[in-house]
């Protein structure tokens, strides 16, 4: 999945830049770079420099003259944008319930079936099996095990 605003702009087919304009607004490649990691593009600086020069070479009735502004801003918001994804994937990722499923349903039907049938497995044991059972769940050691149902570490 590509982050919103860094597809590639597609031009009509009427609007074919001249090579002209290319190696005009082919210099400022280096410039735009730098621009970018300075607001935060990262590894993706390339990435919003050319995407910048693809858009203004793509402007219709682009003024020349204003080109460098024109495209200083489109890198500056593309690095911005790209802060903006990177924010909410960060959040997703935070607060898993909010995340978007990466498995298919099917894969949540199996796993609470599986955990169903481990709750009536548990519930069947003997409640010095099912003590025992409960604390490792819980995260319980097996020294902490063993202390806790009164035997020795070495047995538990």
């Not at 860094?6 to 210099?27: C, G, H, N």
């Not at 935070?94 to 298919?104: D, N």
């Not at 049938?117 to 769940?137: F, K, N, Q, T, W």
Request: with cysteine; glycine share 6%; proline share 8%.
């Amino acid at each position: 999945m590509t982050p919103p605003g860094t597809e590639t702009f597609v031009a009509p087919e009427t609007a074919v830049p001249s090579p002209q304009l290319w190696a005009t607004l082919v210099p400022y490649r280096e410039s735009l770079v730098r621009l970018a990691r300075h607001c935060g593009a990262g590894m993706d600086a390339e990435d919003v420099a050319h995407e910048a020069l693809v858009r203004t070479v793509s402007q219709p009735g682009l003024d020349i003259g204003r080109a460098w502004s024109y495209m200083a801003r489109v890198a500056s918001n593309l690095a911005t944008d790209l802060h903006r994804y990177a924010a909410r994937e960060r959040v997703l990722r935070e607060h898993a319930g909010l995340s978007p499923r990466s498995q298919p349903i099917e894969e949540d039907i199996e796993r609470r079936d599986l955990a169903h049938h481990a709750v009536r497995l548990v519930s069947g044991m003997a409640p010095e099996l099912r003590d025992i059972v409960l604390l490792r769940r819980d995260g319980a050691t097996w020294p902490q095990v063993a202390e806790k149902v009164g035997g020795h570490p070495a047995t538990a």
